[in-house]
C-alpha cells in the first residue's frame, strides 16, 4: 500500500485513518454486533448515523438552518437530471455556464426539461472563466447553473457570481469539502462522494428551503427533493454503505483542521505542481490560466509545443513502475492529470515532483 501514490481523479484515493476504521466496523457496526449493511434503514442505528452526519456537514460548510442537507443516489449525473426537475418549473427556462465539459453535459441533460440558454459560449477547450460582465444572463430564469470545478478541464472558480437575485445552482462534484465558502451565496449544491468525500453511490445536496415545493409533476419520488427532504433522507433505501463512508471521511477532514487546513493543503500541493511545470521550460505544459488553475486536478501535456502522446504514454508507463497510478488525462482531453484531493498527501505530490522532475532530465532536449 504504502509505496502506492494515487492520483485518481474519481474514485480517488481515501484517507488510510479512514480505512482503518472502516475495517474495524465492518462486521459489528458501533457494538451492535452486525454490519451497517445488514441494518435496516428504520434502526434507531441508521437514524441516528443520518443525523450525525449531516451534523458534520453543517458545522463543516457552517449551513444554516434553513438549508436542507440531502443525501441521494445516482451520482452528479443523477443531479443533471435532478436539478432542473426540482428547479426548472417555475420559469421553465434555465441559464448554463459553460466552462468546460461537465458543464456542457450538464447543460446538455438540463434540455430535456426545458429552455436551456448557454450564458457563456462552447468551446474547443476551456482555459478560463469568462468574465462576468460577458456573461449573457437571463432575469428570467429559474437558477443559473456553474461547475464550480471542471474536472476534466482543470478550471476552478476563484469567485461567487453574482446572479442578481436569480438562484445559483453549483456542481461540486471535485470539489466540495475543499474550501471553506459562503454557502448562502447559493441557492443550491451538490457533490457526488467519490471524489473528495468517500465513495460511489451517495451525493449530497445543500439546498435552500425556498426553493424546494416546485419539483416538476414528472419528477421521479426518489430524486424529488422537498420528498427527500421531508422523510430525512430516508425516503426508501439509501446508500447506507456509501453514506457510512463518506461520514468517516467528513469526520475525518474535521479532526485534521477542517476545510481551512484542506484548503491551505490544497493551495500547497496544486502550486508544488504548478510551479514546477511552469520552470520547466516548456516541457511539460498546464494550459489554464494561471487565476483559474483547479486546485483539486491539474490537467497538463508532455513533450513541446503542446503536448507529444508517445511522450506520455511513456510518463505513464514510467510512472507506475514507481507506484505513481491512475495519471492518465481524461480520454476527451488527454495527456496528463494529477488529481490531489483532501487525502492525497504532500508526500504523495513530492514523489511525483521527484519523477517529474527525473523524467524531465532523461527526455527534455
Ligand atoms: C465526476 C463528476 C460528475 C459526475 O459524477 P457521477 O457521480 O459519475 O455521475 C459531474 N460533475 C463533475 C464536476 C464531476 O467531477
Sequence with gaps: MS?????????????????????????????????????????????KLNAEIQDVVRRLLNVPQNYKILFLQGGGQGQFAGVPLNLMSRT????????????????????KYGNVRFATPQQDSYVNIPDLSTWDLDPNASYVHICDNETIDGVEYDFIPNTNGVPLVADMCSNIMSKKFDI??????????????????????????????????????????????????????????????????????????????????????????????????????????????????????????????DLENQFIEDAEKQGLIQLRGHSLVGGIRVSVYNSVTVEDVEVLLRFMKEFFKQHAK
Design 3 to 47: 509505496n502506492i501514490h494515487n492520483f485518481g481523479a474519481g474514485p480517488a484515493k481515501l484517507p488510510s485513518e479512514v480505512f482503518d476504521e472502516l475495517e474495524e466496523e465492518l462486521v459489528n457496526f458501533n457494538g451492535t454486533g452486525i454490519s451497517l449493511m445488514e441494518t435496516s434503514h428504520r434502526s434507531a442505528t441508521y437514524i
Design 92 to 111: 421553465g427556462t434555465a441559464d448554463y455556464v459553460i466552462t468546460g465539459i461537465w458543464s456542457v453535459i450538464a447543460a446538455r441533460e438540463a434540455r
Design 184 to 309: 448562502t451565496k447559493f441557492g443550491a449544491v451538490y457533490g457526488c462522494a467519490q471524489k473528495n468525500i468517500g465513495t460511489a453511490g451517495v451525493t449530497m445536496v445543500i439546498v435552500r428551503e425556498d426553493l424546494l415545493n416546485q419539483a416538476m409533476p414528472a419528477c421521479p419520488s426518489v430524486f424529488d427533493w422537498t420528498l427527500t427532504a421531508k422523510n430525512n433522507s430516508i425516503l426508501n433505501t439509501p446508500p447506507m454503505q456509501a453514506i457510512e463512508v463518506m461520514g468517516r471521511v467528513l469526520k475525518w477532514i474535521e479532526r485534521n483542521g477542517k476545510l481551512e487546513k484542506m484548503e491551505e493543503l490544497a493551495v500547497k500541493k496544486s502550486s508544488m505542481i504548478y510551479d514546477y511545470i511552469d520552470q520547466s521550460n516548456g516541457f511539460y505544459y498546464a494550459p489554464v490560466e494561471k487565476r483559474f488553475r483547479s486546485k483539486m486536478n491539474i490537467p497538463f501535456r508532455v513533450g513541446p509545443p503542446k503536448g507529444d502522446v
